[in-house]
């Protein structure tokens, strides 16, 4: 028998993206606005990686996005994951430009296609981790 009880690994809160968790756990999508070069950023650093500037500050996201890619995974031998398969991966391309890796919920895997529109639903998985997955719409 596999140990189908041992937590999943969760993200680790740091200084640089602690606004970021904070804005998922009240349901609000934050990404890093460089005030410079105007250009959004993911996943948070202390400096922007297109202009070198810190002049970067918190800005809402719209939540939506299209499905840049995806996988399958049939297989997981990880007993923290043994039991959701089959399940995706993907790569979400946001409105504002950045992409970032999550999965898409309430669909099924003959479902999914390269450029489907999304939106972010919150997935609240610890006391202090609320996910941000994603939807079909
Ligand atoms: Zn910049």
Redesign the pocket.
């Known amino acids: 028998m596999s140990d189908t009880s041992r937590p999943k690994p969760l993200p680790v809160i740091t200084e640089e993206n602690r606004p970021f968790w904070e804005g998922c756990k009240r349901g609000v999508l934050l990404l890093q606005y460089?005030e410079?070069?105007q250009?959004y950023q993911f996943y948070p650093r202390l400096y922007?990686m297109?202009?070198g500037?810190n002049a970067l500050r918190w800005e809402q996201a719209s939540g939506r996005g299209v499905i840049y890619s995806y996988t399958i995974i049939r297989q997981n031998k990880s007993p923290e994951f043994v039991n959701d398969t089959p399940y995706n991966v993907a790569i979400i391309q946001l409105e504002e430009g950045p992409r970032l890796m999550s999965n898409i919920v309430e669909a099924a895997p003959e479902a999914l296609r390269v450029d489907l529109p999304v939106t972010v639903v919150f997935d609240p998985v610890s006391d202090a981790i609320t996910l941000p997955r994603f939807r079909l719409i």
């Open positions: 460089c410079v070069c250009r922007c297109q202009c500037a």
